[in-house]
């Protein structure tokens, strides 16, 4: 059983039993290696302490013997991984916006074309486009539900088209009302049109949707759409420019 005294007479004597942090931190002065190193031997003598529980009672001699020295460094820690684990954003796969051509489906010429891909810098998108479709397109944010201008279906038919390069992404006729405040589709015009990533932003697994041609983010794909595809394009107003289509 471990010893609540020892355990705390350890804390108090560092010297003996806490093992300071080891040396990948060359670039910390001696103050943050400090604190990094007090962090670094309590989990170490954590460690120790954990090997030696069997049971409950046990257990509650363990945690009964740690004091809020122990527990500060240890909420801290938890707190950093999880801003980190929260805050990390899209990852996987990126969107390909280096220069060079791709093929995609026009609907004007019904057919697939060869176009240039679009690739800016990032002052040249800020003064291209409008403040929220910058935020939405280059910065994957999402706009607030039911705020959107292309929430409603139109009465008419016509091609909804990227707002950073103009490539053909879904037509009026696969539009449908899911109740969720953005724009929905259960598929695009062509797969060319558009690719899919990895997003694991806000400590969730989906499937983001971008633009193929300038890798614009547009909205994530879900399981859970009408027939026949089963899905459900999420998107963002501001990465849509509706264009009608004379009947």
Same mark, same amino acid.
């Given at each position: 059983?471990?010893n =609540?005294?020892?355990?705390?007479?350890?804390?108090?004597?560092?010297?003996?039993?806490?093992?300071?942090a080891?040396?990948?931190?060359?670039t910390?002065?001696n $103050? =943050?290696?400090?604190?990094?190193?007090?962090? *670094?031997?309590?989990?170490n003598?954590?460690?120790?302490? !954990? $090997? /030696?529980?069997?049971?409950?009672?046990? *257990? $509650?001699d *363990?945690?009964e013997g740690?004091?809020?020295?122990?527990?500060?460094?240890?909420?801290?820690?938890?707190?950093? !991984?999880?801003a *980190?684990?929260?805050?990390?954003?899209?990852? /996987?796969e990126?969107?390909?916006?280096?220069?060079?051509?791709? &093929?995609i489906?026009?609907?004007? #010429?019904?057919?697939l074309?060869q176009v240039e891909?679009v690739s800016? =810098?990032?002052? &040249?998108?800020?003064?291209?486009?409008?403040?929220?479709?910058?935020?939405?397109?280059?910065?994957?944010?999402?706009? $607030?539900p039911?705020?959107?201008?292309?929430?409603?279906?139109?009465?008419?038919?016509?091609?909804?088209?990227c707002?950073g390069? /103009?490539?053909?992404?879904?037509v009026?006729?696969?539009?449908f009302? =899911?109740?969720?405040?953005?724009?929905s589709?259960? #598929?695009?015009?062509?797969?060319?049109?558009?690719g !899919?990533?990895?997003?694991?932003?806000?400590?969730?697994?989906?499937?983001?949707?971008?633009?193929?041609?300038?890798?614009?983010?547009?909205?994530?794909?879900?399981?859970d759409?009408?027939?026949?595809?089963g899905?459900?394009?999420c998107?963002?107003s501001?990465?849509?420019?509706?264009?009608?289509?004379? #009947?």
């Amino acid at each position: 059983m471990p010893n =609540s005294g020892a355990m705390r007479n350890a804390r108090r004597n560092p010297s003996n039993d806490w093992k300071c942090a080891p040396n990948w931190l060359p670039t910390l002065g001696n $103050r =943050s290696r400090g604190g990094v190193c007090k962090v *670094w031997g309590v989990l170490n003598d954590l460690l120790k302490a !954990a $090997r /030696g529980v069997r049971g409950w009672r046990d *257990w $509650r001699d *363990w945690r009964e013997g740690l004091d809020m020295r122990t527990w500060i460094p240890i909420v801290l820690v938890a707190a950093a !991984a999880s801003a *980190w684990w929260l805050g990390r954003g899209a990852t /996987g796969e990126e969107p390909m916006t280096e220069p060079g051509t791709v &093929e995609i489906y026009s609907v004007a #010429e019904g057919k697939l074309i060869q176009v240039e891909r679009v690739s800016l =810098s990032d002052a &040249e998108w800020k003064q291209r486009l409008t403040p929220m479709q910058y935020a939405v397109l280059r910065h994957h944010n999402t706009e $607030r539900p039911f705020t959107g201008e292309h929430c409603e279906k139109p009465s008419g038919v016509g091609v909804y088209q990227c707002a950073g390069c /103009g490539t053909d992404l879904f037509v009026v006729g696969t539009k449908f009302e =899911s109740g969720t405040g953005w724009p929905s589709f259960y #598929e695009p015009i062509h797969k060319n049109n558009t690719g !899919a990533t990895v997003d694991r932003s806000y400590g969730m697994v989906r499937t983001e949707v971008h633009c193929a041609r300038c890798g614009g983010h547009l909205g994530h794909i879900f399981d859970d759409g009408p027939p026949p595809t089963g899905l459900r394009y999420c998107i963002n107003s501001a990465s849509l420019v509706f264009v009608p289509k004379a #009947e």
